[in-house]
């Protein structure tokens, strides 16, 4: 793409994805006051709320991380956009009534609720902040990339400006989270893939040549002369004979000059230049599929496909429900009636899509095959529309799509930032407006330092490890508190200390992109063995600790499971100052009269 | 709807759990009335009486309810936790999780079984359906309504769940 124009198109319409959203804000900026925000809110409807949900959760892995796995493991990632929706499956089966019945406004709101300890509580916030930070990593990575591939400025720069558009959003509180704005961000995410993709496939569908989606069409070559800079150590799988010249570090010998390389994997240090010259074969690196064929296959690349895939699936299913943005949005549904419509329309919504990023993925691997060999596949949405139209048309869709991604990360960031430093707020750094400012500004530096750091995960991989630590912390957490009334505090310290310690020191290592190949998949999601392991270490203590039992259970298993209508379930003081003032009102039913029976 | 007393309507194929529930709960609640009143106390404060006034429900009340102590009481149970409302709180709570379970395990089943089936039939992998591979019409298409599917059910299998027992507690 033409540096100039690309910047320049991207920057309209990052503007015009502003401005849109700013008017939502403005609109919405009349449920302004404290008391009437939460009520105003609530009369919006199960839609709304639905669509603010959906806006906020597809992030940059889900607008340009999906794409950019799909072209590289084919069928095989399609487990990841499964398993972002069906986490939503599991969170209505098992949470989502009960938890918005509970009254509570984050996860650590809930185990005092539920469990009164203020120890556990303090856990809770720690591993809220952990998988925050993990979740937010590859946030400021898209954003990197993103700026980076349209405007070629270093990877941090977008970061850094999404760091500042995000902290600004929270400072001033117009664009803060308000349900119209997430509801809209929903749409013009949409919009933006959306309208792309259709332009792409009527293009496909028209073209002349043979077509390059035949099973029999020659492993694809690079059309021009071509250099590829791997932002990573990659290894790549070469099939047949070929000649490149090599700038850099190559199979371990520093090399300036022309290499032949035998068909074999070759590794290629991070920073190396490697031209190809135009008719050689494109390499793939080793984690993608070889040919069109495999791709096209279930289970064509990777070892262990079997085990990962499942992990994987255990990870996404288990680990939705402990997301910090996801639980606070369901507090603008006025009751869990309202919570199970909400969940259903997010399904709906997420399907629909879902679809986009999927097709993407397809029209890359037969318009972009190039960034296989680069490693770089999470660019495959941005690199699109410039490999298959023309000028025009390219600089357009390509600035829409720009504008849309980094719509994800702002809404993503904002809505993960929020969580988190309301969370070091409350429970770290006491002290109203200032310390939440400053408990803003601690939310995100320290993803903001790792991601400087390392930046060697996929965005889909790099979200998939903060799923893997809230599966293993939060889902045996709230299944259990919600539907067994023997969970003891200590019960679920143990299970939160062990699974998610074991989730969180496997996927520290793959996450800095220090682990070889082979230990990356089983390590990267450890879900399959911790999550288990945590449900059980909660049950086996608990029962070993059943005098801790709360003398209350079941009156606040009544309040989590008793239909709306009977008006059992409490909700925060809203006279106070804000939702999370209220404590002392969930605590009052426990302090009430009457006879404590187990 | 009822006319005061118990429903009468069956409640599906398991006939309906709750009667029985409640004739136990009331000869139970009499004996701990006959009790209290011995002892002097009063348990029939209804904090909750002026929160139904207030609830925002609108009925039809075609006949005087004839028992309507018994509806302000059973609520009473539940809140002060009397073993009465315990069981009816397990009871609900019992019947609310098989649901979640059977849905889930549902899901988790077909969900478990794609990469299985890819494994031990390969030419499932390769199968075409109108031009479009069999795997990627499965798992980029023809589950999102089927989670849209789950979820539909679960709804309706919860909230007469909760019906059921809204109606039993009021009759």
């Known amino acids: 793409m033409p540096q100039q124009a690309a910047f320049y198109v991207t920057i309209a319409a990052m503007v015009v994805v502003a401005a849109v959203t700013m008017l939502a804000g403005l609109y919405g900026a009349k449920m302004r006051s404290t008391s009437n925000f939460l009520d105003a809110a609530r009369t919006l409807g199960p839609r709304w709320n639905a669509a603010a949900i959906s806006g906020q959760y597809l992030s940059a892995a889900s607008f340009l991380g999906v794409a950019g796995l799909v072209l590289k493991g084919g069928v095989d990632a399609l487990w990841y956009p499964v398993g972002f929706t069906a986490g939503y499956v599991t969170l209505l089966l098992f949470v989502a009534a009960p938890l918005r019945r509970s009254g509570a406004y984050t996860l650590p709101d809930f185990v005092e609720v539920r469990l009164g300890s203020a120890r556990l509580r303090r856990i809770c916030t720690t591993f809220v902040i952990i998988v925050g930070w993990l979740y937010l990593v590859p946030q400021l990575q898209g954003a990197g990339l993103t700026l980076h591939e349209v405007t070629h400025q270093p990877k941090w720069v977008g970061a850094a400006v999404v760091m500042v558009i995000v902290t600004f959003n929270i400072y001033t509180g117009w664009m803060h989270s308000i349900t119209i704005v997430q509801a809209f961000q929903y749409w013009i995410k949409l919009t933006a893939l959306a309208v792309p993709v259709f332009v792409l496939l009527i293009h496909h569908a028209a073209e002349q040549q043979p077509p390059r989606s035949s099973l029999n069409a020659p492993s694809p070559a690079f059309t021009h002369g071509m250099d590829i800079t791997p932002d990573r150590d990659i290894v790549l799988n070469v099939t047949e004979p070929t000649t490149v010249k090599v700038i850099g570090t190559q199979d371990g010998h520093p090399t300036n000059g022309l290499v032949r390389w035998a068909p074999a994997e070759h590794k290629v240090t991070k920073g190396t230049m490697v031209h190809f010259e135009a008719g050689t074969r494109i390499p793939v690196i080793t984690d993608a599929a070889a040919d069109y064929g495999a791709w096209l296959r279930p289970l064509g690349a990777g070892k262990h496909p079997l085990l990962a895939t499942y992990s994987l699936i255990v990870a996404l299913l288990l680990g939705t429900m402990g997301l910090p943005h996801v639980l606070g949005r369901y507090y603008t549904d006025p009751d869990g009636s309202a919570a199970r419509r909400t969940t259903l329309l997010v399904l709906a919504l997420l399907g629909a899509f879902y679809l986009f990023p999927i097709v993407s993925g397809w029209l890359a691997r037969l318009y972009v095959p190039e960034l296989l060999a680069a490693g770089n596949t999470d660019a495959a949405l941005l690199e699109l529309p410039g490999a298959a139209l023309g000028k025009w048309p390219a600089l357009v869709l390509g600035g829409l799509i720009a504008a849309g991604a980094f719509a994800a990360f702002i809404s993503a960031a904002t809505g993960l930032v929020v969580s988190v430093a309301g969370v070091l707020s409350t429970d770290v750094l006491p002290g109203r407006l200032r310390g939440f400012r400053a408990a803003t500004i601690a939310a995100w530096s320290v993803p903001l330092a790792f991601m400087l750091a390392v930046s060697s995960l996929d965005l889909a991989q790099g979200v998939g490890l903060a799923f893997a630590v809230a599966a293993s912390t939060f889902c045996p957490l709230l299944v259990l508190g919600i539907w067994w009334r023997g969970l003891t505090d200590t019960g679920a310290a143990a299970g939160i200390l062990l699974g998610g310690g074991l989730a969180f020191a496997a996927v520290l290592p793959a996450a800095a992109g220090i682990l070889p190949p082979e230990w990356q998949a089983v390590l990267a999601q450890p879900a399959v063995f911790t999550v288990p392991l945590a449900f059980l270490t909660m049950v086996v203590v608990s029962r070993r600790t059943s005098d801790r039992v709360p003398g209350d259970v079941s009156r606040i298993l009544l309040r989590l499971h008793a239909p709306d209508r009977l008006g059992l379930s409490e909700d925060r003081d809203f006279g106070q100052s804000g939702p999370r003032a209220g404590l002392t009102a969930a605590a009052l039913p426990r302090m009430r009269g009457g006879r404590h029976r187990r | ?171």
Do not use: C, H
């Not at chain 2, 529930?21 to 139970?28: G, P, Q």
């Not at chain 2, 002097?40 to 429900?57: C, E, H, M, N, V």
């Open chain 2, 1 to 171: 709807m009822s006319f005061g007393g118990m429903s009468d309507d069956a409640n599906g194929p398991d006939g309906d759990p709750w009667a029985a529930l409640v004739k136990a709960a009331e000869e139970a609640a009499a004996k701990e009335q006959a009790a209290q009143q011995q002892s002097g106390q009063d348990s029939t404060i209804y904090p909750l009486a002026s929160r139904i006034k207030s609830a925002k429900r609108e009925r039809i009340v075609l006949a005087q309810r004839r028992n309507s102590r018994r509806v302000v009481r059973t609520l009473a149970e539940l809140e002060d936790q009397t073993s009465v409302g315990e069981v009816l709180v397990r009871q609900l709570v019992r019947v609310q999780l098989m649901l979640s379970l059977r849905l889930m395990l549902l899901t988790v089943v077909v969900l478990g079984a794609i990469p299985v089936a890819f494994l031990l039939v390969p030419s499932l992998g390769t199968t075409t359906i109108l031009g479009l591979g069999l795997p990627w019409l499965l798992l980029g298409l023809a589950v999102y309504p089927f989670f849209v599917a789950v979820a539909w059910s679960y709804n309706r299998g919860a909230e007469r769940n909760e019906q059921d027992f809204a109606e039993m507690v009021e009759n």
